[in-house]
Antibody, heavy 123, light 106 residues
C-alpha cells in the first residue's frame, strides 16, 4: 500500500521559510516522479511543483517560482519542498502526491496522495 | 493560462445518474483525470486517461472526453459518492491544471 506521510507544516510570518518533508513507502520511490499540490481552505486544487524520478528535472507553478525548491533523497525515500519568502496567499494544505510515471508529462495522472500538511502564513 | 470549468454543484437522488462536466479549449485533445475528495481527506483518482478506472474504484464511475468537454458519470449513485469532484488535464506551460470543482449532493 502506498503511504505518503507529510510533515514540517506550521505557522510562519510573511517572509519566513519552512521545509516540508514527505516520507514515502509501499512503492519503489526512485522510479516515480513526485509532486506537491496545495489547497487553500474551502478552495480548489493548485499544482505547485514536480520533480522527475531522477531528480534531474524540476518544475514550478509561476506563483512559487524563485521562492520554492523541490528536491528528493532516494536513500531516505523522502520528498522535500523548501519554501522561502512565504506570503499570506501561500497559506494552504500541501499534499505530497505520487505521479503515475518516471517523468512528468501529458499522459500522466496523480495516482496517490498523502494526507497533507498545513502551512499558515500570517503576521 | 489553460482553464477548466466545472459546474459548482450537482444534485442527484440515490440510485440515479450524476453527470459532471468539465470544459476547456480543445479538451478532447488532452487526457483528463478525475479526482474525488471527501471533507477532510485527500483527493483520490477515480478516472484517468479519460476513461480508465483504477481497480479499486467501483464500476459505476465512468468517463468520456470529446471536443471541449469531458464528462464524469456516476451510475446508480450512492450516498457514499457525495463528495467534491475535480477534473484535471495537462498543459505544457502550467503542467497539472485542475478544474474548479463540483460538489455532488446525493
Amino acid at each position: 500500500e502506498v503511504q505518503l506521510l507529510g510533515s514540517g507544516g506550521g505557522s510562519v510570518q510573511p517572509g519566513g521559510s519552512l521545509r516540508l518533508s514527505c516520507a514515502a513507502s509501499g512503492f519503489t520511490f526512485s522510479e516515480y516522479a513526485m509532486n506537491w499540490v496545495r489547497q487553500a481552505t474551502g478552495k480548489g486544487l493548485e499544482w505547485v511543483s514536480a520533480i522527475s524520478a531522477t531528480g534531474g528535472d524540476t518544475n514550478y507553478a509561476e506563483s512559487v517560482k524563485g521562492r520554492f525548491t523541490i528536491f528528493r533523497d532516494d536513500s531516505k525515500n523522502t520528498l522535500y519542498l523548501q519554501m522561502a519568502s512565504l506570503r499570506v496567499d501561500d497559506t494552504a494544505v500541501y499534499f505530497c502526491v505520487k505521479d503515475s510515471r518516471v517523468e512528468v508529462g501529458a499522459t500522466n495522472w496523480l495516482d496517490s496522495w498523502g494526507q497533507g500538511t498545513l502551512v499558515a502564513v500570517s503576521s | 493560462s489553460y482553464e477548466l470549468t466545472q459546474p459548482p454543484s450537482v444534485s442527484v437522488s440515490p440510485g440515479q445518474t450524476a453527470t459532471i462536466t468539465c470544459s476547456g479549449d480543445k479538451l478532447g485533445n488532452k487526457y483528463v483525470s478525475w479526482y474525488q475528495q471527501k471533507p477532510g481527506q485527500p483527493p483520490v483518482v477515480v478516472i484517468y486517461e479519460d476513461t480508465r478506472r483504477p481497480s479499486v474504484i467501483p464500476e459505476r464511475f465512468s468517463g468520456s472526453n470529446s471536443g471541449n468537454t469531458a464528462t464524469l458519470t456516476i451510475s446508480g449513485t450512492q450516498a457514499i459518492d457525495e463528495a467534491e469532484y475535480f477534473c484535471q488535464a495537462w498543459d505544457a506551460l502550467t503542467f497539472y491544471v485542475f478544474g474548479t470543482g463540483t460538489k455532488v449532493t446525493v
